[in-house]
């Protein structure tokens, strides 16, 4: 598995982004156009863009039981715009998780957060999310966590953080699902993905700025 994450926000504004929207399919090109926000639409063609260069460059990695996670510079994000010898057509789940059509061999995520765009390349079924520290209130807390799961933010030196980390193992088991995220069962993320044959893990990525942030892998 191959996992891509972008940081460079300030070089995809929206010039860039019209003249990556001008060189996709058809079908990408209207997934990011229909977008409102800026964020949104960067989110969606950054994330096609090392998509197509996961598979165009490093199918090999992105089909291997290794986890390799790379930082994705935005000289690759241009470089990506043209290296795709067919363009990529999407099917979606029931649930609007896009799966590839002609690579139906190859399974994929994306994420984002104010750190980063994250997307994982996989020859398995894969859910990724990645989260920054993050606030959160005691009415999250109560209805989203299990007792275990609040223990464990109460204990932390670092709360925020730690409610972060484990807020990404149930946002990466949901989108491993394709379900999105199911309130009645938000509490009991760790034991149903044991029941499902769902191994998450968990790693904190620091950036090259030296700022880092949660990612969790289902798969």
């Not at 996709?24 to 994330?47: D, F, W």
């Not at 859910?127 to 109560?142: F, K, N, P």
Request: hydrophobic share 40%.
């Amino acid at each position: 598995m191959i996992i891509y994450y972008y940081d460079e926000f300030d070089s995809v504004d929206d010039a860039v982004i019209a003249s990556m929207v001008q060189r996709m399919p058809q079908q990408q090109a209207e997934l990011v156009t229909s977008r409102k926000m800026l964020s949104q639409k960067r989110k969606q063609a950054v994330s096609f863009d090392m998509l197509a260069y996961a598979l165009a460059n490093n199918k090999e990695e992105a089909t291997s039981r290794d986890l390799f996670i790379r930082h994705f510079p935005f000289a690759e994000l241009i470089a990506s715009l043209s290296v795709l010898d067919a363009p990529i057509h999407f099917r979606f789940g029931d649930k609007g998780k896009p799966y590839l059509v002609e690579n139906n061999d190859i399974w994929f995520n994306i994420s984002h957060c104010r750190e980063a765009i994250v997307t994982a390349v996989s020859n398995r079924e894969v859910g990724v999310d990645a989260e920054g520290r993050r606030r959160y209130s005691d009415h999250l807390l109560e209805r989203c966590y299990s007792e275990q799961e609040r223990q464990s933010v109460h204990d932390s030196a670092d709360s925020e953080n730690e409610f972060a980390r484990i807020w990404t193992r149930k946002e990466a088991f949901f989108k491993w699902t394709g379900t999105g995220i199911l309130t009645d069962h938000i509490k009991t993320v760790e034991e149903d993905a044991k029941r499902a044959g769902c191994a998450i893990e968990t790693l904190e990525v620091t950036k090259n700025d030296g700022n880092s942030f949660f990612l969790s892998i289902a798969e």
